[in-house]
């Protein structure tokens, strides 16, 4: 077996893994910083999908079909459940240069302005612009409306 698993082989080992082993990896992962806070906002997600699933009712919910995290918008999703509400750009982000969030900012001090780090950073995401809809990043909402998709293809 290799060391480090990716892509369809890594889809397949966690659908066959069992519960505490896949507690022990998200435990694991959650040692880094930047996938501790990707693994609470999908957890955070996922409850909000299954409290919405059960308001109101006061039941316990059924049991459901397989809850994906969409790769296109971030939100959890049922497999069964797939209506056409998946908001989400066709293009990515691209830097805009002439934005206010640049105005005084250093390179040599601060570091290039074009980073992942910047693209997520709520202080300077206004910086972005989508270049499918030309909307600055920390105001626009998806510009195309579909179907969710999952890591695994599933829809």
Known sequence: MESTLRGE???EAIASADESTLRAVLRGVCADR???QLVGKHLYEITKLNAAKTEGSGLKRKAASTVHICIQC???????DNEKECRY??????LDENSSTWYDWDEQTWGEMDTEENRCNPDTLRGFIYTC????ADEAEGCKLGYHRAVDGKR
């Open 9 to 11: 082989k890594l889809i």
């Open 34 to 36: 930047d996938a501790q």
């Open 74 to 80: 971030g939100q959890a999703f049922e497999e069964d």
């Open 89 to 94: 750009h066709s293009e990515d982000m691209e």
């Open 133 to 136: 809809c030309n909307k600055r």
